[in-house]
């Protein structure tokens, strides 16, 4: 088995834990003094990351699995980053598949990466032919900044002595370079201690804190984004996650999701919600979804205490796949091909979102650059991808309308050719959703308007501004 060397990268894996574990209507059932949620004993079996294993030394290579446990977007268009994981179905993370650990010789284990744009009208699918994979692993020295959160309002007082252990347990399972800090919440944001290296003064802090009563209500959504900007002194560039345990509910925060998600882009944090006993899954699994996480459930402490090893390891091995994606405003399926000799070929999936319509998105409307004839209103079919990625996401997201905008711009100080420009702002935009009809759009939710001239977004004094006042803007009624 190859050793690894000690290497130094400037990076720092920055994750954000965030413990709400309200049960909602259904209080938790006993079972051997370990509360299980369960109805009827059934559950889905996810596969956790338990230890790591050479290539060389997986004895049964067909019972491997891959995933992607986390995707960042933040740089899009410029960079896309993967971080593949390949384990097998006892939880081993097969490693020494990429450079620099991969032995002399050994096969090309990630041959192809290729992303899919769109979905309900698939566009094209996108080869990418330049992409690196660098193996990640614990050798590499790459401390974890964790910043742990925990609802303690009023529905937390039946698992209030699993929830004190776990979040002992997980602060034990630190390694001296990791750091964690803990904020407590119910309708009061509370920070039990800050951003530290020291188990002992966590453990102190926490401790006493723990001695305080149940609030009342739940602030999730505040708490979610106070721990978030722990990670303000985190450089952009350094990656950063955050681990939400919740089931769900939120009835007193200021702050919205549409907030999160923004701020969670903009600084590079990856999402990732645990829903914990009768999780109300949606909004979980959308915040996960839409910041490049995952989506984890628990229903028992085994459970519980198997979601933190997993968390914990997958933030110190991984195979990070970095390319440059193609450009679509829509939805972008990211597949990486995975090739172990004597096992079928495995499929690495991550999904991200860069439609205008993303409900996580806090916006009225938006512009598009669709191109017409000199003069008239037929589409130039140039601008024929953007109406299919706007269809596509369209019948992705089938509860939107949307009001269509025609503008022109104004040539020179003539008067007489505004009714002109308004009757042809109109036309225009009926021929857009003429166009959106035609890729399967129903038309009652797509209302066209014209407004000539009379909303420039720039002085029309130059051909560069009058080309860019002549758009189509559209305005999102209902979403």
Same mark, same amino acid.
């Given at each position: 088995?190859?050793?690894?060397?000690?290497?130094? &990268?400037?990076?720092?894996?920055?994750?954000?834990?965030?413990?709400?574990?309200?049960?909602?209507?259904?209080? !938790?059932?006993? #079972?051997?003094?370990?509360?299980?949620?369960?109805?009827?004993?059934?559950?889905?079996?996810?596969?956790?990351?338990?230890?790591?294993?050479?290539?060389?030394?997986?004895?049964?290579?067909?019972?491997?699995?891959?995933?992607?446990?986390?995707?960042?977007?933040?740089?899009?268009?410029?960079?896309?980053?993967?971080?593949?994981?390949?384990?097998?179905?006892?939880?081993?993370?097969?490693?020494?598949?990429?450079? %620099?650990?991969?032995?002399?010789?050994?096969?090309?284990?990630? %041959?192809?990466?290729?992303?899919?744009l769109g979905q309900r009208r698939r566009i094209k699918d996108s080869v990418v032919k330049n992409y690196t994979?660098?193996?990640?692993?614990?050798?590499?020295?790459?401390?974890?900044?964790?910043?742990?959160?925990?609802?303690?309002?009023?529905?937390?007082?039946?698992?209030? %002595?699993?929830?004190?252990?776990?979040?002992?347990?997980?602060?034990?399972?630190?390694?001296?370079?990791?750091?964690?800090? /803990?904020?407590?919440?119910?309708?009061?944001?509370?920070?039990?201690?800050?951003?530290?290296?020291?188990?002992?003064?966590?453990?102190?802090?926490?401790?006493?804190?723990?001695?305080?009563?149940?609030? /009342?209500?739940?602030?999730?959504?505040?708490?979610?984004?106070?721990?978030?900007?722990? /990670?303000?002194?985190?450089? &952009?560039?350094? !990656?950063?996650?955050?681990?939400?345990?919740?089931?769900?509910?939120?009835?007193?925060?200021?702050?919205?999701?549409?907030?999160?998600?923004?701020?969670?882009?903009?600084?590079?944090?990856?999402?990732?919600?645990?829903?914990?006993?009768?999780?109300?899954?949606?909004?979980?699994?959308? /915040?996960?979804?839409?910041?490049?996480?995952?989506?984890?459930?628990?229903?028992?402490?085994?459970?519980?205490?198997?979601?933190?090893?997993?968390?914990?390891?997958?933030?110190?091995?991984?195979?990070?796949?970095?390319?440059?994606?193609?450009?679509?405003?829509?939805?972008?399926?990211? +597949?990486?091909?995975?090739?172990?000799?004597?096992?079928?070929? #495995?499929?690495?999936?991550?999904?991200?979102?860069?439609?205008?319509?993303?409900?996580?998105?806090?916006?009225?409307?938006?512009?598009?650059?669709?191109?017409?004839?000199? +003069?008239?209103?037929?589409?130039?079919?140039?601008?024929?991808?953007?109406?299919?990625? #706007?269809? +596509?996401?369209?019948?992705?997201?089938?509860?939107?309308?949307?009001?269509?905008?025609?503008h022109a711009s104004r040539n020179g100080v003539d008067d007489n050719r505004a009714e002109y420009n308004q009757?042809?702002?109109?036309?225009?935009?009926?021929?857009?959703?003429?166009?959106?009809?035609?890729?399967?759009?129903?038309?009652?939710?797509?209302?066209?308007?014209?407004?000539?001239?009379?909303?420039?977004?720039?002085?029309?004094?130059?051909?560069?501004?009058?080309?860019?006042?002549?758009?189509?803007?559209?305005?999102?009624?209902?979403?």
């Amino acid at each position: 088995m190859n050793s690894r060397g000690h290497l130094t &990268l400037p990076r720092l894996i920055a994750a954000v834990f965030i413990v709400s574990m309200a049960f909602g209507c259904k209080g !938790p059932k006993y #079972l051997n003094q370990d509360f299980d949620l369960r109805d009827d004993g059934e559950r889905t079996t996810e596969l956790r990351f338990t230890a790591t294993r050479h290539i060389d030394s997986i004895a049964d290579v067909k019972a491997i699995k891959t995933d992607v446990w986390k995707l960042e977007h933040y740089s899009y268009p410029d960079s896309i980053r993967m971080f593949v994981r390949v384990i097998d179905t006892t939880g081993f993370v097969v490693t020494h598949m990429a450079a %620099p650990y991969k032995k002399a010789g050994a096969p090309n284990y990630f %041959p192809s990466l290729v992303e899919h744009l769109g979905q309900r009208r698939r566009i094209k699918d996108s080869v990418v032919k330049n992409y690196t994979v660098r193996e990640i692993g614990e050798l590499d020295s790459i401390p974890a900044n964790i910043a742990l959160a925990i609802d303690c309002s009023g529905s937390m007082k039946g698992a209030k %002595p699993t929830i004190d252990l776990g979040s002992e347990l997980f602060i034990g399972m630190k390694r001296k370079c990791d750091k964690i800090s /803990l904020t407590a919440y119910h309708k009061v944001i509370t920070e039990v201690f800050p951003l530290s290296s020291d188990s002992s003064t966590m453990l102190k802090a926490f401790r006493e804190y723990a001695k305080r009563p149940i609030g /009342l209500f739940t602030s999730t959504y505040d708490g979610i984004m106070t721990s978030l900007r722990s /990670l303000d002194k985190v450089p &952009l560039d350094e !990656p950063k996650v955050c681990v939400v345990f919740a089931d769900g509910d939120e009835n007193t925060s200021t702050t919205k999701a549409s907030d999160i998600y923004e701020f969670a882009t903009k600084h590079n944090i990856s999402i990732y919600c645990v829903g914990f006993g009768f999780a109300k899954d949606e909004p979980l699994q959308e /915040l996960s979804l839409y910041t490049g996480g995952k989506y984890y459930r628990a229903y028992t402490k085994r459970d519980l205490l198997a979601i933190f090893q997993d968390i914990w390891n997958s933030l110190r091995n991984y195979y990070l796949v970095t390319y440059r994606p193609p450009r679509f405003e829509g939805l972008h399926t990211a +597949d990486v091909t995975v090739q172990i000799p004597g096992r079928d070929t #495995l499929i690495a999936r991550g999904v991200y979102d860069k439609t205008p319509l993303n409900p996580m998105i806090d916006s009225s409307e938006f512009t598009k650059r669709i191109l017409f004839a000199f +003069d008239e209103s037929i589409i130039d079919s140039s601008s024929y991808p953007i109406l299919d990625e #706007l269809a +596509d996401a369209l019948q992705r997201f089938d509860r939107v309308v949307l009001e269509i905008q025609g503008h022109a711009s104004r040539n020179g100080v003539d008067d007489n050719r505004a009714e002109y420009n308004q009757k042809l702002s109109e036309r225009r935009a009926e021929s857009v959703k003429d166009a959106l009809v035609q890729r399967g759009i129903d038309a009652t939710r797509l209302r066209p308007r014209g407004f000539g001239y009379t909303m420039p977004v720039v002085p029309n004094d130059t051909p560069e501004n009058q080309a860019l006042n002549r758009r189509t803007v559209f305005r999102i009624l209902r979403k």
